[in-house]
Every structure is written in structure tokens, then in C-alpha cells.
């Protein structure tokens, strides 16, 4: 006898009231509804029609303050959370939904020069992207596969490597989630939460990036008002293409939150013609042949990467050590 029940349906249509009146009439939600409302998202008792309603009524309305801590609260449950590794640093995690186009994509050099450091460094992320350069694609150029496991994870920082876990492995319903842009055709509410995920029991560093203006007010009360304070610091930076390492010809903003508390770590670089040496070519082989010789000392590592690394250094060694 099958005993497998479906999951009871969720009533959105009093949500979906309040976020689907357009950019003027639309109103945010509290924390607590959006909780509700995107636990039961992720636990698949919403239909999909109006799941479809609700994603595309979040994307033209804008995440609230608010809404994007509901959102985390929900999401943080749906998956078992990593042990924080032993040593010397908090962990650092990395975010990479992005890939790149026009530029090449040196987050696994920012990675790399972490862990050669002695930092416990999560790499988390799609594999693919059509049309960009992927860090996973990257990571596998030069030997270093997906990690599927939390044992594969320590195993990793043990060795001084970093840590590419795919979503769809660190947390399957937030995966699932990000799946229907290929549907609707269009970003929603959960790739923002990928990008300030913090997976980890004790505190760790994130380091995250936006890509449009309007985030960068949001993410900030986000970080000062509503993020938990044990859950560890944030960067914050315009990203690289989307990536969260510093760009390798011209420092961008980064502002350190600690506490609450936000502190300008890096001012943004003047705007110059003179371009940091690159790899040749942008795909994967290049890039990866390219960040080999950097770590050899056979390229310089450009400034801007350079000095990424030393903060996140210095911030995941004091995490650490308040613990």
C-alpha cells in the first residue's frame, strides 16, 4: 500500500493580493508571512500557477527588507546546516550564480589563494550557465570536481583546497527554485538569497555581490538591520560580471558588516585605461591555465585580488577567534 500523502495545499491567494498590484499599489509583506509564504514555496504546497503569480509579482514589486529575512528564515530550514570546520579561520563562502562573458572569470583564483592561506573556503553554485564561463568549469580544468558530501567538504579543507559545492547539493529546494528562470525566463527572489546564504552552525564570511543599484540599499539594511549577528560578517561589492571577486583592473566599493555596523573596507579605484595582465582567452582552459601560472608565481596576481585576500583573511581569522 502506498503510503506517500501529497502536501496539503497552501491558500497564497491573500499573499499574492498584497505583492501583485504593480510597482505603486503593491505592499511588502512582514517577516512572518513571508516565511510562511516561502516555506510553503520550497515545501511544493503552493500550485504552480500561483507560484508563477508570486515569483513574477516579487520581481516586479522588489524584495523588501523584510521580505528577504522572511525568505531566509524559510530557507535556512529547509536544509541541515554544515559543521564549521576546525582551524585557525572561520570559513569563508563564495558565491558563484554568475560566470562570466566579457571578462575572465577569476573567482577560483581569489578561492585558490584563500585556502593556500589556510582558510576553509565553500565555493557554492551552479555548474553551467549557457553563454558563460562557469567557476564550476573552471574548478573541474584544473582537477578539483564537485564536492557531494559534508565528509568530501571537510576532506577538502583539510587538504588546504577549496570547496565547490553545487546547490542542488547544499540545498536542494533553493535549487529547485532557482530552476524556474528557465521557465518563466527571468531571475527571482532566490537568487538573491543564494547570493547571502550562510549554511554553516558557527559564524562565517560572506562575501557578497549586486548587480543593480537598487540591491545595494536593500542588502544593506538587510546587513544592518535584519541579518543575525551570530551568523558571522558580509562583504558587500558590485560584483564582477556578477561574481564576488574584486575586479582584477579597477577596485570596486566593498563595506564590511560586523554587528550591525556597516565600515567602508575598500574605496572604489579611479577610473584608468591601463588593464591588469589576463588570460588570453576567457573559457575555461585559458582561464584555468592562466590562474596556474598566477599561483606559481609566474603572473602577478592583480592588486585588487591581492588585497581581497588579506581582508578576508584577517576578518575569517578574528571570526574565529570570538568564538
Known amino acids: 500500500m502506498d503510503t506517500m500523502t501529497t502536501p496539503e495545499p497552501f491558500p497564497a491567494a491573500r499573499f499574492i493580493k498584497e505583492i501583485g498590484r504593480g510597482t505603486k499599489g503593491a505592499r511588502s509583506m512582514s517577516r512572518e508571512?513571508?516565511?510562511?509564504?516561502?516555506?510553503?514555496?520550497?515545501?511544493?504546497?503552493?500550485?504552480?500557477?500561483?507560484?508563477?503569480?508570486?515569483?513574477?509579482?516579487?520581481?516586479?514589486?522588489?524584495?523588501?527588507?523584510?521580505?528577504?529575512?522572511?525568505?531566509?528564515?524559510?530557507?535556512?530550514?529547509?536544509?541541515?546546516?554544515?559543521?564549521?570546520?576546525?582551524?585557525?579561520?572561520?570559513?569563508?563562502?563564495?558565491?558563484?550564480?554568475?560566470?562570466?562573458?566579457?571578462?575572465?572569470?577569476?573567482?577560483?583564483?581569489?578561492?585558490?589563494?584563500?585556502?593556500r592561506e589556510g582558510v576553509p573556503v565553500l565555493v557554492h553554485g551552479v555548474q553551467e550557465d549557457p553563454g558563460r564561463v562557469t567557476t564550476a568549469e573552471i574548478f573541474a580544468e584544473m582537477g578539483i570536481g564537485p564536492s557531494g558530501s559534508t565528509a568530501e567538504m571537510l576532506d577538502a579543507f583539510a587538504a588546504g583546497r577549496p570547496c565547490f559545492m553545487p546547490i542542488e547539493r547544499l540545498a536542494p529546494?533553493?535549487?529547485?527554485?532557482?530552476?524556474?528562470?528557465?521557465?518563466?525566463?527571468?531571475?527571482?527572489?532566490?537568487?538573491?538569497?543564494?547570493?547571502?546564504?550562510?549554511?554553516?552552525?558557527?559564524?562565517?564570511?560572506?562575501?557578497?555581490s549586486y548587480t543593480h543599484p537598487e540591491y545595494l540599499a536593500m542588502l544593506t539594511a538587510y546587513f544592518e538591520t535584519a541579518a543575525p549577528h551570530a551568523r558571522g560578517d558580509a562583504f558587500l561589492m558590485r560584483g564582477t560580471e556578477g561574481e564576488t571577486v574584486a575586479n582584477a583592473n579597477r577596485a570596486q566599493e566593498i563595506n564590511w558588516f560586523h554587528a550591525g555596523q556597516k565600515t567602508l573596507l575598500v574605496e572604489r579605484d579611479a577610473p584608468t585605461d591601463e588593464l591588469a595582465p589576463a588570460p588570453e582567452g576567457r573559457d575555461a582552459a585559458a582561464t584555468a591555465d592562466w590562474i596556474g601560472r598566477a599561483l606559481r608565481g609566474e603572473q602577478p596576481v592583480p592588486?585588487?585580488?591581492?588585497?581581497?585576500?588579506?581582508?578576508?583573511?584577517?576578518?575569517?581569522?578574528?571570526?574565529?577567534?570570538?568564538?
Do not use: W
Not at 521557465?183 to 538573491?192: A, D, E, Q
Open 173 to 208: 529546494e533553493l535549487a529547485h527554485q532557482l530552476s524556474l528562470r528557465r521557465i518563466l525566463g527571468v531571475r527571482n527572489s532566490t537568487h538573491t538569497l543564494v547570493k547571502i546564504l550562510q549554511p554553516f552552525e558557527g559564524p562565517a564570511l560572506r562575501l557578497v
Open 303 to 323: 592588486p585588487p585580488i591581492a588585497a581581497q585576500v588579506a581582508q578576508c583573511v584577517q576578518v575569517a581569522r578574528a571570526l574565529r577567534q570570538a568564538v
Open 33 to 115: 508571512d513571508a516565511k510562511l509564504l516561502y516555506g510553503a514555496m520550497l515545501d511544493g504546497r503552493v500550485s504552480d500557477l500561483e507560484l508563477g503569480g508570486i515569483l513574477l509579482a516579487m520581481r516586479i514589486k522588489g524584495e523588501s527588507v523584510e521580505e528577504i529575512a522572511g525568505f531566509m528564515d524559510a530557507a535556512e530550514r529547509s536544509f541541515a546546516p554544515l559543521p564549521a570546520p576546525p582551524g585557525d579561520f572561520a570559513p569563508v563562502l563564495i558565491p558563484s550564480y554568475n560566470g562570466a562573458r566579457k571578462l575572465a572569470n577569476l573567482t577560483p583564483l581569489l578561492a585558490l589563494l584563500l585556502a
